[in-house]
């Protein structure tokens, strides 16, 4: 009887356990973000010397299931001859493909404005990314932007950077 009752209450103080990790690991929506990246910056105007710089750029957004998310991006700073980044702005939905629990590839689109000493110029942007988790809420990411895409002019960015998750 004695045997009985101690492999009940291990089996039930097992399966607490068990229950408790798993809910622990459960990801309620919606869930905001926030970070903050490097931003590897390039300006490319025809028939003009290309101008490139490192910025800082904030994000900040709302995930609303495994797959979608809306998000923007702030920047700025960084300067090359004539061309300083003075901000960019721009609000994105964001596609996500989760490779594994701890591993995502996105895709990003949606508009940006770019201002910058020479001129400002906005448009329909676009890009890509991967994010892993080195702790449950933070994150690090990398993502390739084309915020500018006009005739005569690209603005492009690399960046590098932590997310924290609420």
Do not use: C
Not at 4 to 17: P, R
Not at 54 to 69: E, I, K, P, S, T
Not at 113 to 131: K, L, P, Q, T
């Amino acid at each position: 009887m004695k045997r009985i009752t101690l492999a009940a209450a291990t089996a039930a103080i097992l399966t607490a356990g068990a229950a408790t990790t798993a809910q622990a690991q459960q990801t309620f929506y919606p869930q905001p973000h926030i970070g903050g990246d490097a931003m590897f910056w390039n300006l490319d105007r025809d028939n003009r010397q290309d101008r490139d710089s490192v910025g800082l750029r904030l994000n900040g957004g709302m995930q609303f299931n495994d797959y979608f998310a809306v998000e923007g991006h702030l920047a700025s700073g960084g300067s090359d001859g004539p061309a300083e980044l003075d901000y960019l702005v721009g609000a994105y939905a964001k596609g996500i493909l989760p490779v594994a629990p701890e591993f995502r590839i996105y895709g990003l689109a949606g508009f940006t404005e770019v201002d910058y000493d020479i001129d400002r110029e906005s448009g329909f942007s676009y890009g890509a990314g991967a994010e892993f988790d080195v702790a449950p809420n933070l994150a690090v990411g990398a993502d390739y932007m084309r915020y500018l895409d006009k005739s005569d002019t690209t603005f492009d960015a690399a960046s590098v950077g932590v997310r924290y998750r609420f």
